[in-house]
């Protein structure tokens, strides 16, 4: 009852309006996110279906007029365009265009004499996103015009078109992916972009939960200490022990909810993305659906089970960040260090958060797999993996590891409410110095 | 008349200061007892280790029978506390915040419906206790947190500078509420203050400590006719005096 009462109070002070608001702005966000991406995706398809292409035809010969026909047959819109230098910058800022193909002067006769004849193909860069080049890219018309000369070729030196596949391709490569003792056919490189687009959404939700919530507790902790409410509590007839857990599990449940509001609006943010992918482009769900069955055969799409035991290790994981806010909390006498005071968190999260993400933890050498392993927060990053991979020992032993890790802090929180350390400590993070002086 | 507190040898050593030194005095039921001294002096010390808040490093304190070092759970039934210079939960309602902390001492809803009752017609708040808290005067405050101390009616409250920082009407108004209920509830009050002045006014008795000692104890009156002083400020002056002479 009394414990009930303390949640109550915890959750009231947790539970804001200001945290609801975060968390309907973040749902908004995601919204429009996969809105915006399918935006931009449909164009991408509707780019790829339809491309826009700029020819400038120097050899103005029968041979490529037929090939800008074909083109245009193809499906694509071309403009001519005319180039009297070779400053392509210059040409494409005149022109107002992004990419150009020019067949230079002597193209045919190069064709004729069996020589190789050159393109010339101009793409202009507009950032790194991947999604924004593509547009720009010529390659596909490139490859257009690459098969309509082989064909001519063919026909001159009398080859058939399979002889030319023939020694153009001459062997046919069979992809096999083996994960422990299971394989598939099909390629690793499938595979992994799979893998790439699929799991990054967990760890992604883990770190800003972990993030959110350790700031909402240290800052709850922190203002009880600023405004003596603390004293108060430590002096009334309730357990330590009481206060403790209904800080943490007022953290925990508003954790909880984030949790739920970022994993509906990642769904729907990938939804958006698939729907704009497979409405559009038939094939494309057809191969990804055999991907989806490789990852099954491989063992890679994670049982329920498996998934529940990832949410024990991040349920851990979630439990190590409240221990240690709280210890954070405690140590904390102004508004200021406050701010400040989640620090230490940040980086041993965001430490083994990058590592996962660039390599395998566990193909390290020794000492730095040695170190990085040290750190709590590297198992809940690599348990997904782990899983996935058969690597149920070392699955374990980070969950083992966390567990001890979580025990030792919750000690060390409690000592700190059931001894006066609580209001007798205090780290003034980046401010000692300047106490002292002022004592003095 | 029954003892309330004991205070027996209380000492406090922090890394580098001793800030309370073998610390000894007791009040009796019904009685309001004032430690007063400069900043520094250790007055916040010796009442934390009173409310159960600091361990203490030598001696004891028992309230009605039960010691501080030994059961302090036993002495939380017992004391409330309002720490010098205390905020409430600013987001909180004045309502709530009583809600809250009576049901911190109880179980009971009635219970808990009482104390509310009381304390709400203690600190004349009215409408506004409806409002959040950090839209509160600093009066406002004080008074709802010293109901709050008193609600529940604890054998002892403890008061570390129940008037500090307070404009003149505010603070007799809160001395007037801490006289009537030791008066017409027998209530026991340890308070603490800086300003020797007003304290005269509303203790029964008081205790001067200086540098973590506690020089001497004993009605105002008395005091100022053993030193030959017109009020306690003068008193402070020539104990302090004294003990450097010694
Ligand atoms: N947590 C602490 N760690 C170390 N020293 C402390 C701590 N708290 C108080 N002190 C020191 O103990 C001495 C007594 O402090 P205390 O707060 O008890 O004085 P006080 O009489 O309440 O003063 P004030 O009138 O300013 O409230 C001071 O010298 C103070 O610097
Ligand atoms: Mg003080």
Redesign the pocket.
């Known amino acids: 009852m009394k414990f009930i009462n303390l949640l109550k109070k915890e959750l009231s002070e947790i539970i804001t309006v200001q945290m609801i608001a975060t968390m309907g702005v973040l749902i908004v966000v995601f919204m429009m996110m996969g809105n915006l991406m399918s935006g931009a995706i449909d164009s991408v398809v509707e780019d790829a279906t339809n491309p826009k292409i700029n020819i400038c035809d120097l050899d103005d010969t029968e041979l490529t007029d037929s090939l800008i026909n074909g083109l245009k047959d193809a499906g694509a819109e071309i403009t001519e365009i005319s180039v009297n230098s070779d400053n392509y910058a210059a040409v494409l800022k005149e022109n107002k265009i992004k990419n150009l193909i020019i067949i230079p002067d002597g193209f045919t006769e190069s064709v004729e004499n069996k020589e190789k004849p050159k393109l010339i193909s101009v793409s202009k860069m507009e950032s790194a996103a991947t999604l924004a080049n593509i547009t720009n890219d010529n390659s596909g018309a490139a490859s257009f015009i690459n098969n309509c000369v082989t064909n001519i070729v063919a026909q001159q030196t009398g080859m058939s078109m399979e002889d030319i596949d023939l020694i153009t391709n001459p062997i046919e490569v069979d992809e096999n992916t083996v994960v422990a003792d299971k394989t598939a056919n099909i390629s690793i490189s499938t595979i992994t972009a799979k893998l790439a687009s699929q799991s990054s959404m967990l760890p992604i939700v883990l770190f800003v939960l972990i993030m959110l919530t350790s700031q909402s507790l240290i800052t709850s902790v922190s203002n009880e200490k600023i405004d003596k409410t603390l004293e108060t509590l430590l002096s009334a007839p309730v357990s330590r022990v009481s206060i403790i857990t209904a800080k943490m599990l007022a953290a925990a449940i508003a954790a909880l909810l984030n949790a739920v509001v970022m994993m509906v609006g990642f769904l729907v943010f990938m939804k958006d993305i698939t729907n704009g992918v497979t409405e559009q482009l038939g094939e494309v769900v057809g191969e990804s659906l055999s991907v989806d069955k490789a990852l099954d055969v491989l063992g890679l799409n994670l049982s329920v089970g498996q998934y529940i035991l990832v949410g024990i290790q991040f349920f851990v994981t979630m439990m190590i960040c409240l221990s240690v806010s709280i210890i954070l909390g405690s140590l904390v006498n102004d508004a200021k260090s406050a701010q400040t005071a989640i620090l230490p968190i940040t980086i041993i999260v965001m430490f083994p958060y990058v590592i996962t993400l660039l390599t395998d933890v566990n193909a390290l050498s020794t000492v730095p797999r040695i170190l990085i392993n040290a750190i709590p927060f590297t198992h809940s990053f690599t348990a997904m993996s782990n899983l996935m991979f058969g690597n149920v020992k070392m699955f374990a032993i980070g969950l083992g590891y966390q567990i001890l890790v979580f025990a030792v802090c919750l000690f060390i929180a409690l000592k700190l409410f059931k001894s006066d350390k609580i209001?007798?400590?205090?780290l003034n993070f980046g401010k000692k110095k300047k106490k002292v002086q002022t004592?003095d | 008349m029954a003892k309330i507190l004991e205070v027996k040898g209380l000492t406090?050593q922090?890394?580098?200061?001793l800030?309370?030194d073998k610390v000894s005095f007791d009040i009796e039921e019904g009685e309001i007892f004032a430690?007063i001294?400069?900043?520094?002096?250790?007055?916040?010390?010796?009442?934390?280790m009173i409310s159960t808040l600091l361990i203490p490093t030598d001696g004891d304190a028992v309230i009605a029978g039960n010691s501080v070092v030994k059961h302090p759970e036993k002495i939380r039934e017992d004391i409330t506390y309002l720490p010098?210079e205390a905020g409430a939960y600013k987001n909180m309602t004045g309502i709530k915040y009583l809600r809250f902390m009576a049901g911190l001492f109880t179980s009971d809803i009635e219970k808990i419906n009482a104390y509310v009752e009381r304390a709400k017609n203690m600190c004349g708040l009215g409408d506004r206790l409806n409002d959040k808290i950090g839209t509160y005067s600093r009066g406002m405050a004080r008074k709802l947190l010293l109901s709050r101390a008193v609600m529940t009616k604890p054998k002892l409250a403890i008061l570390?500078?129940p008037t500090s920082g307070l404009d003149v009407l505010n603070a007799i108004e809160i001395r007037k509420m801490i006289k009537k209920l030791a008066a017409e509830e027998k209530m026991s009050f340890l308070l603490?203050s800086?300003n020797m002045l007003e304290i005269e006014f509303v203790s029964d008795r008081v205790g001067i400590?200086a540098k973590?000692h506690l020089m001497v104890t004993g009605k105002p009156e008395e005091l100022k006719e053993r030193y030959g002083a017109s009020n306690l400020e003068e008193v402070f002056e020539r104990v302090v005096k004294n003990s450097e002479v010694h």
Do not use: C, F, M, Q
Request: no cysteine; glycine share 12%; aromatic share 4%.
């Open positions: 209001l007798t400590l205090s004592e | 406090k922090y890394d580098k200061v800030a309370a430690l001294g400069p900043n520094g002096a250790g007055k916040t010390t010796t009442i934390r010098d570390d500078e603490s800086h400590i973590g």
